[in-house]
T-cell receptor, first 113, second 115 residues
Framework: DQQVKQNSPSLSVQEGRISILNCDYT??????FLWYKKYPAEGPTFLIS?????DKNEDGRFTVFLNKSAKHLSLHIVPSQPGDSAVYFC????????????FGEGTQLTVNP | GAGVSQSPSNKVTEKGKDVELRCDPI?????LYWYRQRLGQGLEFLIY????????KSGLPSDRFSAERTGESVSTLTIQRTQQEDSAVYLC?????????????FGPGTRLTVL
């Protein structure tokens, strides 16, 4: 069963506009959520994370929102830049530090100049 | 500083052969993970090492898959009698539990193609 889902395989936005990437999860034991960015032929790189005790975390142009009651999180990128074009993965973990990450299928973001 | 490295970067093998994939984690990272990514899919967890022991190997898909870690450093993932469905990118990650909660640093991956 797919415990973390990213329902949009792709998203295209104009440079300077906001990009919103969405992620849903089913496992209520998840207590930490991360977003990773992946360029072709490279490994995923960590972008931003949020603990389940928070509903928002901001880092520069990137903000992650968590709605626990809806089991939904989103990543906002504003303003979007062409260099942001990549595949974005949502990931979740449960329990103690060191546990596995469960990933969504990824969303290909394309930012057009 | 050096990141996570993996070798080889690409491996093409024939069905039925054994392959060995290597991961060098970031120095000092006690936790090491293997994942795989099939075409068009998300990352799928395989196994987790804390030091040299593997407290979670529940993601290994069959007994053809095994992994070991020595010296709390290098890890090798071995796939015996490879099948075409084993074709994927195999990714290794490492982390320092307790410092950056579950922030895992990934290597570039090994692309395995089984003909």
């Amino acid at each position: 069963d797919q415990q973390v889902k990213q329902n949009s395989p792709s998203l295209s936005v104009q440079e300077g506009r906001i990009s919103i990437l969405n992620c849903d999860y089913t496992n209520s034991m998840f207590d930490y959520f991360l977003w990773y960015k992946k360029y072709p032929a490279e490994g995923p790189t960590f972008l931003i994370s949020i603990s389940s005790i928070k509903d928002k975390n901001e880092d520069g142009r990137f903000t992650v929102f968590l709605n626990k009651s809806a089991k939904h999180l989103s990543l906002h990128i504003v303003p979007s830049q062409p260099g942001d074009s990549a595949v974005y993965f949502c990931a979740a973990s449960a329990g103690a530090s060191g546990s596995r990450l469960t990933f969504g299928e990824g969303t290909q973001l394309t930012v057009n100049p | 500083g050096a990141g996570v490295s993996q070798s080889p970067s690409n491996k093409v093998t024939e069905k039925g052969k054994d392959v060995e994939l290597r991961c060098d984690p970031i120095s000092g990272h006690t936790a090491l993970y293997w994942y795989r990514q099939r075409l068009g899919q998300g990352l799928e967890f395989l196994i987790y090492f804390q030091g040299n022991s593997a407290p979670d190997k529940s993601g290994l898909p069959s007994d053809r898959f095994s992994a070991e870690r020595t010296g709390e450093s290098v890890s090798t993932l071995t796939i015996q009698r490879t099948q075409q469905e084993d074709s994927a990118v195999y990714l290794c990650a490492s982390s320092l539990p307790g410092v950056s909660y579950n922030e895992q640093f990934f290597g570039p991956g090994t692309r395995l193609t089984v003909l």
